[in-house]
């Protein structure tokens, strides 16, 4: 058994045991039992997640040796074969929560099935933007790891260990967009593979990985570097988004990731309250229309239109204020109120824990 030493007790009671630290990414022991007590698989997220699963217990898993879509255009290269394959992302998260609510043991089997099928045959290139989406395999195996064949685990932790690893030696590296939003996905999948291994020195590793990157991207402002080079808010959220992902990581086995302060006074806090007036509709913002990066204009040209220059859609705040609220309750009122404005929810996982925490 994969072990690490909790330090302090962790403040969201959801994502962990407050005994003992086990080798999960971000959804621990707690965050599982809720689900399985009941009352929340009656609520709308739930039966969508629950109908969406079962509609996915006959599609077989759409695993490949590689995804390549970054700096891709529509039509190009293998663009279109590996957007299908992703398909398979949210599918599987699905499947590990429509089991944890469930207790259907088919939901289970189909979550390993593509669990195995993407250790088995797919090679890491530690490309961020290409393997972001594998948060959620992360996430559906936190779910369903303890329940899974030993054979089956042994392929996915030699996964995890190997992306934990090579996204680290990466970033020790001084790699391609080192400074961007790149960056901040890097750090997102080293720290969530790392405590899923709970190798303490991964670990160690990852969050100082984190702390570089706090440091390199975001300024004292609350601005990040990404929205200098791009002129855009939806690169705001693409670095603060990763992030809060890694600081939840953290804060799942004890450390306090979120609030970290760079020398100069930057940290997540600072840039969330940034962003907030834009999010409230108090500042518009006309994405890209001085963009430094020739390939934001490729995609425009190419059809693309949220490329173009265009008032920043506020509704991509939802996802962001909603990470924010599972690690900071004062943001839980920007989050509802982008609810309400826009219709767009976070996601179904979070929607799941604000409702059996209300019980």
Known sequence: MKT???????????LAS???????????PDYAQGLEKGGAVETSAAKDVVAKARAALDRPPGAIPKLHTEGTLPGKGIREISLKAKQDQ???????????????????????????????IYEPSFNPIDETGFD?????????????????????????????????????????????????????????????????KLIARARAAFRAQITTNLRADGTVFDFHERDAIHYVTYDLDPLM?????????????????SPVGANLPGALD????????????????????????????????????????VSNG??????????????????????ARTGRRPAAWIQLHDRFAAR
């Not at 005994?19 to 971000?26: G, M, P, S």
């Not at 329940?147 to 042994?154: C, F, G, K, Q, S």
């Open 90 to 120: 949210p599918i599987v998260l699905n499947l590990a929560l429509a089991w944890r609510l469930t207790g259907e043991r088919a939901f289970l089997d189909q979550a390993g099935r593509y669990l195995e099928a993407w250790a088995e």
């Open 245 to 261: 992902m890694a600081a939840l990581s953290a804060q799942a086995h004890g450390e306090d990731w979120f609030d970290w302060k």
């Open 136 to 200: 959620t395999l992360l996430m559906a195996y936190d779910l369903t790891e303890a329940d899974l064949p030993a054979a089956t685990r042994a392929k996915v932790d030699r996964l995890w260990r190997g992306m934990a690893v090579g996204y680290l030696d990466a970033m020790d590296a001084k790699p391609k967009n080192f400074e961007t939003n790149w960056q901040s996905h890097r750090v997102k999948l080293a720290a969530m593979a790392a405590f899923q291994t709970g190798d303490a």
């Open 318 to 339: 939802v996802g962001t204020y909603a990470l924010a609220s599972l690690m900071a309750p004062r943001y839980r009122g920007l989050r509802d109120d982008l609810v």
């Open 18 to 28: 407050p005994a003992l630290a086990a080798d999960y990414a971000v959804l621990g």
């Open 4 to 14: 690490l030493l909790l330090g302090t007790a962790c403040a969201l009671a959801f």
């Open 274 to 313: 940034w962003l907030a007036p834009y999010a409230k509709g108090e500042k518009v913002h006309v994405e890209f229309a001085n963009s430094k990066i020739q390939f934001d204009r490729d995609r425009a040209a190419a059809g693309q239109k949220e490329y173009a220059p265009h008032p920043w859609d």
